[in-house]
């Protein structure tokens, strides 16, 4: 199930993010970035649809997912 963002609590949203950031311990390349600056990459990328919340009924959990990863789900 999609969960659209905006409509989590802002508190909510950072943490879903948060979890998912320390969760995939992330490659970012040469360059260090802060959580902070991870955080507003994946706020960036929601906004422009590029990520998306999938909320697993299953396993009771999120995760953010690419919108390949949900075009396949979908197909």
């Not at 969760?23 to 902070?36: I, K, P, Q």
């Not at 507003?40 to 649809?49: D, G, H, I, T």
Request: proline share 3%; charged share 25%.
């Amino acid at each position: 199930m999609i969960i659209p963002f905006q409509e989590l609590s802002p508190e909510a949203l950072q943490g879903v993010i948060e979890e998912f950031i320390t969760r995939e311990g992330t490659d970012y390349g040469e360059m260090e970035f802060s959580l902070a600056d991870k955080v507003e990459q994946v706020r960036q990328q929601l906004l422009n649809k590029q990520v998306f919340i999938l909320f697993d009924e299953v396993t009771q959990r999120c995760n953010i997912i690419t919108k390949d990863q949900l075009d396949q789900l979908n197909s």
